[in-house]
């Protein structure tokens, strides 16, 4: 079964730096694109990050140039490296895989939750 398992989320002041990893299982993770979507109470699920087959990086506007996102084959793994944390960046960040089939997100993690305060 594919299972997707975030962690690395906490409590960070603004300016800070924090690092999710999302270790995945169940399925060839070389062969699918990966993607970090969050939420915020009350707003829409935002997809953030996105990291292709090849390596390729995708970001949304807000935080381009403050995140970086990776991956380990070997290690089956995904991460999104944040810095210069903003309160805006509050939300449940989840892992999520891309299907093959027309690449929306079609599992999913349970989610890290990130609170950023000042």
């Known amino acids: 079964q594919v299972q997707l398992v975030e962690s690395g989320g906490g409590l960070v002041q603004t300016g800070g730096s924090l690092r999710l990893s999302c270790v995945a299982s169940g399925f060839p993770f070389r062969d699918y694109s990966m993607s970090w979507i969050r939420q915020a109470p009350g707003k829409e699920r935002e997809l953030v990050a996105s990291?292709?087959?090849?390596?390729?990086?995708g970001y949304s506007e807000a935080v381009q140039s403050r995140f970086t996102v990776s991956r380990d084959n070997a290690a089956n793994s995904v991460y999104l490296l944040m810095n210069d944390l903003k309160p805006e960046d509050t939300g449940v960040y989840y892992c999520?895989?891309?299907?093959?089939?027309?690449?929306?997100?079609?599992?999913w993690g349970q989610g890290t939750h990130v609170t950023v305060y000042s």
């Open positions: 999520a895989r891309q299907g093959s089939l027309n690449g929306h997100p079609d599992y």
């Open positions: 990291i292709g087959i090849g390596g390729g990086e």
